[in-house]
């Protein structure tokens, strides 16, 4: 479970920028009605996919021990963030003429009282953001209860390429709306908290977007155990 976090705890320290873009890959939503002027910009070439192909050469290599476990460690991640929606898109528009940075530009808010937040943390945290090992268990535990293995049709995709793209699809027709939600852009403030007026999303949007989330990480557990299996077969 640590190793599997390790590569957001070091984020801040090792200030790598190639690894910094490891976490994601900026695949361009451009809603349709917007202007010509709107240009979206391509994913750049260090990216979540090439990550998880890098690392996964690593860990089948001769290379030492430490490489190796660090790499692991680094899969472990990835998996988990390819099948975060928000880890695979960037929404250019009017609003965002130079991307929303995968949702963290967007200001939302839940309810009247709740303190604004980004886009792309409200889906980070849709599972837990809690450190307490027994509710991670639990909470591990009940996601094994709601899903069969069998009836999960998606595990018939083997490649990262197609994970991500399952995970673009639901950014663009559930987190954005099919591009109706645009949120308030965080513009000059250095946290949406600062955006006082940040839009509203609809009382329904937290209850759907959980679900996906559940499903998204109940895949990714059962898919990195088949690439580990694929690995050590290799």
């Not at 479970?1 to 390790?6: G, K, S």
């Not at 349709?32 to 089948?60: C, F, M, T, Y």
Request: hydrophobic content about 40%; some cysteine; charged content about 30%.
């Amino acid at each position: 479970m640590l190793a599997a976090r390790w590569a957001d705890d070091i984020r801040m320290q090792a200030k790598l920028q190639r690894e910094t873009k490891w976490h994601y890959i900026n695949f361009p939503f451009k809603p349709a009605g917007e202007p010509e002027d709107i240009k979206p910009l391509a994913p750049d070439q260090d990216n979540i996919l090439s990550a998880l192909a890098e690392n996964r050469r690593i860990v089948k290599s001769q290379v030492s021990a430490d490489q190796r476990a660090i790499a692991l460690a680094w899969l472990f991640h990835l998996v988990g963030d390819v099948h975060q929606p928000l880890h695979t898109v960037q929404l250019f528009t009017r609003e965002y003429p130079h991307g929303d940075r995968g949702g963290n530009e967007v200001c939302i808010r839940l309810a009247p009282g709740r303190a604004p937040l980004d886009l792309h943390r409200l889906w980070d945290g849709l599972i837990t953001s809690t450190n307490n090992v027994g509710r991670l268990r639990n909470i591990a535990t009940e996601l094994l209860s709601k899903f069969s293995r069998v009836g999960l049709r998606e595990l018939d995709q083997k490649q990262p390429d197609a994970w991500a793209k399952e995970s673009y699809e639901i950014a663009v027709k559930i987190a954005y709306e099919n591009g109706n939600l645009r949120g308030t852009p965080k513009g000059q403030a250095r946290d949406c908290r600062d955006v006082p007026d940040a839009d509203f999303i609809s009382r329904g949007y937290p209850g759907i977007a959980k679900l996906i989330a559940d499903r998204r990480v109940y895949l990714a557990g059962y898919r990195m155990a088949e690439l580990l299996e694929r690995i050590t077969g290799e």
